[in-house]
């Protein structure tokens, strides 16, 4: 069965810092990734997504992710964080004519 | 700018009463999905519709809850009779499908934020 890994329930960085989140899938085929984010009191929200192709991916709001088959993972990255990226982000897999299934999610925490 | 709507954002109700949650998909999309949100369980996925069938609702406690969609603008879920463990923040999520084609992105609503006393 497929499944998702966030390894991180919650990560500190200051702001004006790079951050890498971490998600490991497991799945027998290739997977279909995506990265959402949940500010407080909203919906989650598609950052990212991986179908094929580039394996790094570009998404919204400066945030990207590389997709490694070696690693099965599929870690997010953003160069310099900033006060309001602060929110929980959710790794997720799926596959072709199905669900997707969701990662407990990561809490990111911006020092000012 | 289309977006799910749920209603109500809030509810607050006593231990066995009934509970009616509803959502209104993005217009055209045609599979729609109930999750439930807590801090110690995370999102969990409750049930979810194609072309307002159920497709998979393994997720949901039978005794209790059930999830409808009497036309294709609308979604329900309800809890009959509720519990205070029934307390959490359900989202309702739409999102666009074609056989065979790649799982697709998923658009979510603010949520209902579910207080069972």
């Known amino acids: 069965a497929q499944s998702v890994t966030q390894p991180d329930i919650h990560i500190t960085v200051s702001e004006g810092a790079s951050l890498e989140l971490r998600c490991n899938y497991s799945y027998g085929a290739t997977p279909y990734l995506f990265w959402y984010v949940q500010s407080p009191g909203q919906g989650l929200q598609l950052l990212l997504k991986?179908?094929?192709?580039?394996?790094l991916v570009q998404g919204i709001k400066g945030f990207e992710a590389e997709f490694k088959r070696s690693q099965s993972s599929f870690n997010l990255r953003k160069p310099s964080v900033h006060w309001s990226d602060a929110a929980e982000y959710f790794c997720a897999v799926g596959k072709r004519d199905d669900k997707i299934i969701f990662g407990k999610g990561t809490r990111l925490h911006i020092l000012p | 700018d289309a977006r799910v709507t749920q209603t109500p954002r809030h509810k607050v109700t006593e231990m066995g009463q009934e509970v009616t949650m509803r959502c209104q998909p993005i217009l055209g999309h045609n599979t729609v999905f109930w999750y439930r949100q807590t801090m110690m369980q995370g999102l969990e996925l409750l049930a979810y519709?194609?072309?307002?069938?159920?497709?998979?609702d393994s997720g949901m406690p039978k005794d209790r809850f059930s999830a409808e969609m009497p036309d294709a603008t609308l979604a329900t879920l309800k809890i009959q009779p509720s519990e205070p463990r029934d307390s959490a923040v359900y989202f309702c999520?739409?999102?666009?499908?074609?056989?065979?084609?790649?799982?697709?992105?998923?658009?979510f609503g603010p949520g209902t934020r579910l207080t069972v006393t």
């Open positions: 999520a739409s999102g666009p499908w074609v056989q065979g084609a790649f799982p697709y992105e998923q658009y």
């Open positions: 519709f194609r072309n307002r069938a159920p497709l998979d």
């Open positions: 991986y179908f094929s192709g580039d394996t």
